[in-house]
């Protein structure tokens, strides 16, 4: 069965410090997806990044960095330089592509950035 | 703009009274879907819809309802509303029916039920 661990359940940095959210999935399929999504204190799920199981390469995008590894099942995401707009409940999820027709998402982790 | 949209944003209503949230999207997906966010559980799947007039369970389809009449629309029913659906409910979309598609959320409805 599918599941998506975020161990972090709430985290706390002061702003300018680098944070490393954590995300460790589980499937049989050796095809599927994972995203990470973002919400705010607003409420709605904005999109970051999907990444596909064959591609393992790391993605950077600005002060948004992902880390990839099948070999732990890891899927990690890393705010360089944080500021207090990033303190948003940050989400991974994962979709299998045998035809599940659902995202499995992770319990969310609270990130606080404190000025 | 393209974008899903969800009306109630907030609900309080009373045990057993039965309620309609209803869920649009402009961008002429297929895949419709329902989801509820619990607090340390993340958000679960209620029900999914591959077309029109086609629906089918998710996780935790238990006192819910959904029709698919229209491409755009897929409202989530809740016929007898009891305190454990107070939840966070988004509604979502996604353009084709392949699973690397990302899903495109509403702003979701705070529901309570007293």
């Known amino acids: 069965a599918q599941k998506v661990t975020q161990a972090q359940t709430e985290i706390s940095v002061v702003e300018k410090e680098d944070v490393t959210l954590d995300c460790v999935y589980e499937?049989?399929?050796?095809?599927?997806?994972l995203f990470w999504y973002k919400q705010p204190p607003s409420g709605e799920l904005v999109f970051l990044i999907r990444?596909?199981?064959?591609?393992?390469q790391n993605e950077i995008s600005g002060r948004y960095s992902w880390n990839f590894q099948k070999s732990t099942s890891s899927f990690n995401f890393t705010i360089t330089a944080s500021q207090v707009v990033d303190s948003a409940v940050y989400f991974c999820?994962?979709?299998?592509?045998?035809?599940?027709?659902?995202?499995?998402f992770g319990q969310g982790t609270r990130l606080t950035i404190n000025p | 703009e393209a974008q899903v949209t969800q009306n109630p944003r907030y609900l309080i209503t009373v045990t057993g009274k039965k309620l309609t949230v209803t869920c649009s999207q402009n961008?002429?997906?297929?895949?419709m879907s329902w989801y509820r966010q619990d607090p340390g559980l993340g958000l679960r799947q209620i029900y999914y819809?591959?077309?029109?007039?086609?629906?089918d369970k998710g996780d935790v389809p238990e006192g819910y309802k959904v029709s698919r009449k229209e491409k755009r629309n897929f409202p989530l029913i809740l016929e007898s509303p009891s305190p454990n659906q107070t939840s966070l409910y988004f509604c979502?979309?996604?353009?084709?029916?392949?699973?690397?598609?990302?899903?495109?959320f509403g702003p979701g409805t705070r529901l309570t039920v007293l």
């Open positions: 990444r596909n199981s064959f591609d393992e």
């Open positions: 999820a994962l979709s299998e592509s045998q035809g599940a027709q659902k995202l499995v």
């Open positions: 499937t049989r399929d050796t095809t599927y997806y």
């Open positions: 979502a979309s996604r353009g084709g029916l392949a699973d690397y598609n990302e899903q495109f």
């Open positions: 961008m002429n997906h297929e895949y």
């Open positions: 819809s591959m077309n029109v007039e086609v629906t």
